[in-house]
Each structure stands twice: as C-alpha cells, then as structure tokens.
C-alpha cells in the first residue's frame, strides 16, 4: 500500500512537470529534460487540491469502519484506488479530469492506511499484535522506499508503463484483501 500511496505523490508532480497531451496526442515518453519539476503556481495549487483528498478520505473511511467493517472497508477502497488509478491511462486534454482521478485515488489510499492500522493489530492475537504490526509497518516503508524508481526512473521513459505498474500493484494489493481472515468488527481483542 505504501508503494501506490507515494507512488501517486510522485506521479503528481511528474505528470504535472510536463505536458502528457501533445496536439491532441497523448505522449508516451518524458524526455530526460523535460522532467527537471518545472512546476508553475497552478501545478502547486494542484498538488495542494490532491493533498487534500486525503481528508475527504479519512471521512469517508471513518464512515466505511462502522457500516461496512474493517476488512470489507479495505477491500472495497482497494478496489476503489485500483479503478481511480487504471482511470488515469484515459487519455485526457483536460488536466482538471486526471487530477480528479488523482484525488480518488489518494483520498481512498490514506483510508485504505487507516483501516489497516485499524484492522491488523485486531487480527492478530495479543503475544504477535505488535510484531504483526511492525512488520506489516517495515514492508511499507520498502515499498516507500522503492517507489521513486518507478515515479521518476520508470516514468521517463514509458508513461504508460510507470502507470501500468502501478496500477498492477494496487491490482495485487486489492486481490489480496479477499483472502483476509475474518471481519474484526465488534469482536473481543484475542
């Protein structure tokens, strides 16, 4: 999950450094210097507009806990990042359209976040909780750490790839929350 969270931090300012659609034609290659994050006042107020999803999303995922339970939250706004983000191979002249994509995808990523520090420590028994959680917190920070390579490596020299991997990514990440163990929803903590 941490690998499509900032994954999509880093998208942002790479799809915004440079103009994706030419004369009507979507390009598929940033060329090397054209990627140098030459971002005008409107690219930050857009970042800023993307930034702020992640309120809506808490919202929506304090909403989400109490209707739907833990497990079926994830699954559902997994499900919800990896549409958002499949969105975004439409080819758009309208920046406005791929920041709104943009923003679903990050405002149900920091719910998906949410509902897993939620859930996991419920899901394990009392003398694991905290060596689950930790885990589980050690693997995100190596898929932070490895996402910059597809943002900004993986990205130059194939658009289209660098969103294909992500997308896959949030693809596998949303397959297995099927396989979760059980609701944890108004159950005793073990």
Not at 90 to 114: E, S, Y
Not at 120 to 132: F, L, Q, S
Request: glycine share 8%; proline share 3%.
């Amino acid at each position: 999950m941490a690998f499509v969270y900032y994954g999509v931090t880093l998208l942002t300012t790479e799809v915004l450094s440079v103009d994706l659609v030419v004369n009507g034609t979507c390009i598929d290659r940033i060329e090397k210097g054209n990627s140098s994050c030459q971002l005008s006042e409107n690219d930050y107020v857009q970042v800023l507009w993307t930034t702020a999803a992640e309120f809506p999303g808490l919202i929506i995922t304090i909403i989400l806990v109490e209707v739907l339970g833990r497990k079926r939250t994830i699954q559902v706004e997994m499900f919800g990042v990896t549409a958002f983000y499949a969105l975004l191979f439409i080819c758009h002249t309208d920046r406005l359209v791929m920041l709104a994509f943009i923003f679903g995808v990050r405002a149900l990523v920091t719910g998906v976040f949410q509902a897993a520090y939620i859930y996991t420590p419920e899901v394990y028994p009392t003398h694991v909780r905290a060596i689950g959680l930790g885990l589980a917190s050690t693997l995100a920070r190596l898929g932070a750490l490895t996402t910059p390579f597809v943002a900004e490596v993986v990205m130059v020299e194939s658009v289209f790839r660098g969103k294909l991997f992500y997308t896959a990514i949030a693809g596998v990440c949303a397959v297995t929350t099927l396989f979760f163990p059980f609701e944890t929803k108004g159950k005793a903590l073990g």
